[in-house]
């Protein structure tokens, strides 16, 4: 088993930043991607960004290209989610996910979850 642990959330204007961190515990040894997700009231859980655990490639959903950059943290087992440009459609509860396979962005190849950590834009 992996636990994941997120961390970062909070409130902010738009325009302003934010910076997610995630930290994995446990059998680290069988990750391969990490990722973000998020949802907001009323509407389904979206895909936001991953990076594969090897060679670091990484992948964005269209719509926060160029604002968030998901990378590789200092500790050995940290993913973080530097956002950037922030739009009050970004709020959302985000939550890191942990996949056994690399080069996915479906929920339902991530295999752990952690609980989720709110981001709230305001207007």
């Known amino acids: 088993q992996v636990q994941l642990v997120e961390s970062g959330g909070g409130l902010v204007q738009a325009g302003g930043s934010l910076r997610l961190s995630c930290a994995a515990s446990g059998r680290t040894l069988s990750i391969n991607a990490m990722g973000w997700f998020r949802q907001a009231p009323g509407k389904e859980r979206e895909f936001v960004a991953r990076i594969n655990w090897s060679g670091g490639a990484t992948y964005y959903t269209d719509s926060v290209k160029g604002r968030f950059t998901i990378s590789r943290g200092n500790g050995k087992n940290t993913v973080n989610l530097q956002m950037n440009s922030l739009k009050p459609e970004d709020t959302a509860v985000y939550s890191c996910?942990?996949?056994?396979?690399?080069?996915?962005?479906?929920?339902?190849?991530?295999?752990?979850w952690g609980q989720g950590t709110q981001v709230t834009v305001s207007s």
């Open positions: 996910a942990a996949s056994r396979s690399a080069d996915v962005a479906s929920a339902r190849w991530f295999d752990y």
